[in-house]
């Protein structure tokens, strides 16, 4: 069955670990045999590995554009899928239980799009974590602020 992708001007895509980069124009691709095919905005960044997730993500990213290590990142992809599987709850369990079938099967990109909700609810937890620290900080500073000014360590060092 033949792939047709319909590229968008300057668009990137990555065949078979061959980084491409369209026209400025719009243009229709159609691959008729198998190849590991991502689109530029599917693909992280480096910098962008920064949570469990990403991590992971990125780890599938490499393996599926750099065929030549896929069976080095294969248990390091494993075993991050497994700690995130004891992490993560419903509904991000499936979605992790699901990239990891993905990956035994050799389906990197499959498995990437598994894990895109994931990084979503990742980044929502995240959101409201720091949320959570701010309103619990800005609920702290008051009654710091009311303490006599002798019972502030920081000022007793200077006095």
Not at 63 to 70: D, E, K
Not at 131 to 154: F, G, K, M, N, V
Request: proline letters at 6%; hydrophobic letters at 45%.
């Amino acid at each position: 069955m033949a792939l047709k992708l319909t590229l968008k001007p300057d668009e990137r895509i990555v065949v078979n670990g061959c980084m491409m980069r369209n026209s400025s124009r719009r243009h229709v691709l159609t691959i008729e045999s198998q190849a590991d095919v991502v689109r530029g905005h599917d693909l992280l960044d480096p910098e962008a590995r920064v949570t469990p997730v990403t991590r992971v993500y990125y780890l599938i990213q490499t393996a599926l554009i750099q065929r030549a290590v896929r069976e080095d990142l294969l248990p390091l992809i494993q075993s991050q899928l497994a700690d995130l599987a004891m992490v993560f709850g419903n509904p991000s369990l499936g979605h992790v239980f699901e990239a990891a079938n993905f990956v035994s099967m050799g389906d990197y990109y499959k498995a990437l799009r598994a894990l895109r909700p994931v990084i979503a609810h990742e980044a929502e937890l995240f959101e409201r974590i720091a949320t959570r620290a701010q309103s619990d900080l800005a609920a702290i500073e008051p009654e710091i602020a009311a303490q006599p000014p002798h019972s502030h360590p920081e000022r007793r060092a200077q006095g």
